[in-house]
């Protein structure tokens, strides 16, 4: 099983609707299956998440207070793999609860 604790982690790829990019940093730990990572970076001026890993998915909420003062909120279900370079990566699929009918993909990698 994959592990995230003290893993930092950006995203590489961002979907068209979100929000997060490669200067958002996210900051895991990891203790048995919860997780929980605090995120800041691009357009986020401060994110948390906290969630439940079970084998290679990890499920999680968010919630995020944007540097133009939008605050906004979600769920995600993620696959970790080990990319042909052998870094962690996460593939989100995520649901925003703050814009209704929202979602996208956005995949993170370990720095």
Do not use: P
């Not at 203790?31 to 998440?49: C, H, P, R, T, W």
């Not at 998915?57 to 003062?69: A, H, K, M, R, V």
């Amino acid at each position: 099983m994959i592990n995230l604790n003290n893993l930092k982690m950006n995203v590489i790829e961002t979907a068209q609707n979100g929000v997060v990019n490669e200067q958002t940093i996210f900051d895991f730990v990891q203790k048995d299956s919860f997780v929980e990572a605090k995120y800041s970076g691009g357009k986020i001026k401060n994110g948390f998440l906290v969630g439940v890993i079970k084998e290679n998915i990890l499920e999680f909420s968010y919630c995020q207070l944007q540097t133009d003062g939008i605050l906004d909120n979600g769920k995600s279900s993620s696959e970790l793999a080990i990319s042909t370079e052998g870094k962690i990566r996460l593939i989100e699929h995520f649901e925003w609860k703050s814009r209704s009918g929202e979602s996208g993909v956005n995949i993170f990698e370990e720095i």
